[in-house]
């Protein structure tokens, strides 16, 4: 598998934060809810693509990170 599954500091929403992600900036990642209660201020980030592409997202994703809090 190609995943990494970190905790958010704060967050209570994860399919929120998701939704706004992909909205805002057109970065996918999988809400940890998904994965059940235990998952909540989680997310899912796969791996699974060009190392290019991968910089390009998480960049932007750090970006979100500090603009949304």
Known sequence: AFYVFPKVEGLEDSVGFAERLMEETGV???????????????????FANTHERLDEALG??????RTDR
């Open 28 to 46: 996918g990642v999988a809400p940890g809810s998904a994965f059940g209660p235990h998952g909540e201020g989680h997310i899912r980030i796969c």
């Open 60 to 65: 932007i994703f750090e970006d979100f990170l």
